[in-house]
């Protein structure tokens, strides 16, 4: 690996290996986790993250409510570390996705969770941190140390690990044969030619990202890394949500990338892509199906809700090289550190 690549490309380069690492080493608390679910048959989940993991978090939500029909709540940290408040969630499941699992606000908030009922699950990458010493389940990363700012394989990781307990609890067949073909679809993406996206995100000054169902998380989570590493303004939305206000701003020339997996939303989200050109947009579209407008073609699990996670991927290292374009570090983002402990 050349020694010129930023750890951020670097990192999101290790993600096919930390996805397969995870699945096979965490097998037994996918079924764990899957038993709890089976006794306890709670009504309602909860979560609590921040940033990118919020993002992980909300790719659960879609995914979990798609694949098994229980709602999925997610909790903001400061309700126990600012406010205090008492959660009543007896006989319920309380995830917290975290990097670090050190930050003061969600290890508060899982202590509240549990002293509310909850039994308390950890998705951690540093498995000795507060937050999984006080979990009554930890589902590791496996991800190794991440040096840059800029979360990647870690994400990539949430991501993969929460799709695991959808499979094991849903007992889906098709997103668990999905998730045994993810680690192989994240390496088919090296190489994919991103170099028409590049030019319309280096030169752009503000942005929206796009999609629905799990892909609107990706949608977040593309927003936040435009923000954190270029320094491009971006704003995400559903796409059904862009076709109302926020289609105001569209003019033309303005870009919009939108992360379009096939699935049962892609008829839909095509039809939106072609009203957003028909007002001058510029479309950057991620699908494994073609799109109208700039189309990045990207490997396929065989399932389209799995699907944008490797559209992530390519993107990652798109927005790498728009920020090393523009003059930027990656890894050292303007007034970021890599752990942010907020009460």
Not at 328 to 335: G, I, M, S, Y
Request: charged residues 15%; contains cysteine.
């Amino acid at each position: 690996m050349s020694e010129n690549q930023s750890l951020m490309l670097q990192e999101a380069g290790q993600s096919p290996e930390v996805v397969a690492t995870l699945l096979e080493k965490e097998k037994p608390v996918f079924d764990e986790i899957a038993r709890l679910f089976s006794s306890t048959r709670p009504s309602v989940v909860t979560t609590a993250a921040r940033g990118s993991s919020d993002h992980a978090a909300t790719f659960f939500k879609y995914l979990f409510e798609i694949s098994c029909g229980v709602p999925v709540a997610s909790v903001g940290p400061s309700i126990a570390s600012v406010y205090g408040a008492a959660l009543h969630l007896k006989g319920g499941v309380h995830f917290t996705v975290s990097q670090s699992g050190a930050s003061p606000d969600i290890v508060a908030l899982q202590e509240a969770a549990k002293k509310g009922g909850a039994t308390t699950i950890a998705v951690v990458n540093v498995t000795d941190s507060p937050l999984a010493k006080q979990a009554d389940i930890v589902l590791g990363l496996n991800a190794g140390a991440e040096k840059s700012v800029a979360a990647t394989k870690s994400f990539i990781a949430s991501v993969a690990a929460l799709s695991g307990v959808t499979a094991a609890i849903g007992g889906a067949s098709g997103l668990q044969a999905a998730l045994a073909k993810l680690p192989e679809a994240l390496s088919a993406t090296a190489g994919i030619d991103t170099a028409a996206a590049e030019e319309v995100l280096f030169n752009a000054t503000s942005l929206y990202t796009a999609g629905r169902g799990p892909a609107f998380a990706i949608a977040l989570e593309a927003a936040l890394k435009a923000k954190e590493t270029s320094g491009v303004h971006a704003e995400a939305f559903s796409l059904a949500e862009l076709m109302h206000g926020p289609m105001r701003l569209v003019q033309p020339g303005f870009p919009i990338v939108a992360f379009a997996p096939d699935d049962a939303a892609f008829d839909n989200n095509g039809k939106a892509l072609e009203r957003l050109q028909k007002l001058g947009a510029t479309t950057v579209g991620f699908s494994a199906q073609p799109l109208s407008g700039i189309n990045l073609r990207v490997p396929t699990t065989g399932n389209g809700l799995l699907d944008p996670l490797v559209s992530l991927l390519v993107y990652y290292r798109l927005i790498e090289s728009v920020t090393r374009r523009k003059g930027f570090d990656p890894d050292r983002p303007a007034n970021l550190l890599k752990v942010t402990e907020t009460v």
